[in-house]
């Protein structure tokens, strides 16, 4: 006869771990660079007629820092920073009206060579299972409640690392796999891929053959094996995602310690690139003993360095720092470059395939949108901030969400005119 008290108790646990899963419906943008971390945004409809301006549905004053804003349900939440403080902020998703605020006293002295950047924050939060997980700009790891902002856990790991953050301060965002938080922790030269329980914070597992480096982790099945793909200090590496278990690593290092971009998975490929290395496709897979890399293919005209890269309509594209800041799309199944735009299109953009277009937001607060089948040539700009803007935008409900130096505006491509919603309205 099956115990009533122990039916209720693996009642429970499902009903725990079901909460926890990442559920995520039509045009929300929970996390980094999307649902899927791979800057899509599934569903947009481009208009008709690309508008002569966008609408500004609203701005709102949140600080200063890079990381990006999230949506989930009817909510915006955005990291900035305040003086010393870093500010989580719960808006309202139509109007941009504060539902909750929660500062933490975070004082931090930035790297000499990156001063002209702030102090962050650089980590970009993610929404699931009901909670908001947050990393600030000196590794401290925490969880709110998404309702109410009411703390849960906080991690903080000065007590295990003598650095809890690269040298430019800490830029992965973490991700949400089922009941697990993964984050790269600690500081040059020591740190460990870890994942907690998203419930409690407690360790579940931990990878410490490296540092982290600023890129942001995915997950990607590669040999029919799930696993966590990400940059670290100086590596590349893929660990499984039950037991933190490392499964390959390839050696992989840029100029200044600055391994930036974010892995794609294409056609169980992964395309890398960083800071002078051109763009490559890696195929790992499981040896009779070891796991094995091979590249497929490598493109050294163009490469990526702070941006990372998007498939739309087909085609690798981005944004290669070479020639000044030059838009491109590849053919992903072989790296042969398929365009390439001007030279000096930007120094820096963060880029979203949304449908047949890019959508790229420029660090000069300028939003070009380029046909991902053409030439590079942009089909349209707009002025969207009069500050840097080196946050990632999100889209939401077809709607563009743009961080520039201290606002958060949203704007609509609908053409129809209307004057912005008042903070409150």
């Not at 290092?253 to 490929?269: A, R």
Request: with cysteine; glycine share 12%.
């Amino acid at each position: 006869m099956i115990n009533a008290r122990s039916s209720f108790a693996a009642l429970s646990a499902i009903l725990i771990l079901l909460a926890l899963q990442t559920t995520v419906a039509a045009g929300e943008w929970p996390q980094w660079r999307g649902a899927d971390r791979d800057g899509r945004a599934p569903g947009f409809t481009p208009p008709a007629r690309w508008p002569d301006a966008l609408t500004l549905e609203w701005a709102v004053e949140v600080g200063e820092g890079y990381s990006s804003p999230v949506a989930a349900g009817n909510r915006i939440f955005i990291l900035a920073r305040q003086g010393e403080e870093e500010i989580l902020r719960a808006l309202d998703a139509a109007t941009g009206r504060t539902i909750w605020q929660q500062a933490e006293p975070m004082p931090y002295t930035m790297h000499s060579a990156a001063t002209g950047h702030g102090k962050g924050p650089k980590s970009t939060p993610v929404v699931a299972g009901g909670g908001i997980y947050t990393l600030s700009i000196s590794g401290v790891l925490s969880c709110r409640d998404a309702a109410t902002g009411e703390a849960r856990w906080r991690r903080e790991f000065s007590g295990r690392y003598k650095q809890t953050s690269p040298y430019y301060g800490a830029a992965m965002s973490p991700l949400v796999d089922g009941g697990r938080l993964i984050a790269h922790v600690g500081g040059h030269d020591a740190g460990a891929l870890t994942a907690f329980e998203a419930g409690s914070g407690e360790v579940v597992w931990s990878w410490d053959g490296d540092g982290p480096g600023y890129a942001s982790p995915i997950i990607a099945t590669l040999d029919g094996v799930r696993q966590i793909v990400t940059q670290t200090q100086r590596n590349v590496v893929g660990v499984r995602t039950d037991s933190g278990k490392l499964l390959w690593r390839l050696p992989f290092e840029t100029p200044w310690v600055q391994n930036i971009v974010t892995p794609l998975m294409v056609d169980g490929m992964l395309l890398l690139s960083g800071l002078e290395q051109g763009i490559f496709a890696l195929r790992p897979a499981a040896g009779k003993v070891d796991w094995m890399t091979r590249t497929v293919w490598r493109n050294d005209d163009v490469a990526l360095y702070m941006s990372s890269p998007v498939m739309a309509a087909g085609r690798l594209c981005g944004l290669s720092h070479l020639r000044k800041g030059q838009f491109f799309c590849l053919d992903p199944s072989t790296g042969d470059l398929l365009w390439a735009g001007d030279g000096r299109a930007a120094d820096q953009a963060a880029v979203v395939a949304a449908g047949e277009h890019l959508l790229a937001l420029t660090d000069g607060g300028e939003l070009l949108v380029i046909e991902a089948e053409g030439r590079g040539v942009p089909v349209a700009r707009y002025s969207v901030a009069d500050s840097p803007t080196w946050a990632h935008p999100a889209i939401v409900d077809g709607d563009i969400l743009i961080k520039d130096r201290t606002k958060l505006s949203r704007y609509s491509f609908s053409a129809k005119a209307r004057p912005p919603a008042a903070p409150g309205d």
